[in-house]
């Protein structure tokens, strides 16, 4: 079965890993993005040997997010940035093929180890079953 397994983060902590920390999130040293990176790309190197990993981004900060929806006429209606109403959001995702959902959840138990700087907001490690389409249907 495939899963969806994302970690969320903040625009703070894009800002903090950019050496700008503030009291939601310490600033971030060179070391230890480096360990950062250095965990999930061992995190994606066991992940590629077993056969369960698909696929797996981090995303960009909030800042550079598009929105589009539809206004009360109908319309659509584009809009950039953070929103003030939206605290949380997709900071990076994996696309994992599992055996189970006892395996995946090992897995973002695993995640939660990343090293970050002390004091760092930690968020949970949202796991969700990709459905899967009846043969030939699409969404």
Do not use: H
Not at 61 to 90: F, H, I, N
Not at 99 to 113: F, G, K, N, Q, W
């Amino acid at each position: 079965m495939k899963y969806l397994v994302m970690i969320q983060g903040t625009q703070a902590d894009y800002e903090a890993m950019s050496g700008k920390g503030s009291a939601a999130s310490p600033a971030w040293s060179e070391k230890e993005i480096q360990a950062m990176f250095s965990f999930m790309s061992s995190l994606n190197d066991d992940l590629a040997e077993t056969g369960e990993f698909v696929d797996g981004q981090g995303l960009t900060e909030p800042a550079q997010t598009r929105t589009v929806g539809r206004g009360p006429d109908g319309r659509p209606v584009v809009t950039d940035g953070p929103y003030s109403e939206t605290k949380e959001v997709l900071a990076g995702y994996w696309v994992l093929d599992c055996a189970s959902l006892e395996r995946v959840t090992e897995i973002a138990e695993r995640i939660l180890e990343c090293p970050g700087p002390e004091g760092a907001p930690v968020f949970p490690v949202v796991i969700r079953p990709i459905q899967s389409a009846p043969d030939g249907a699409g969404c």
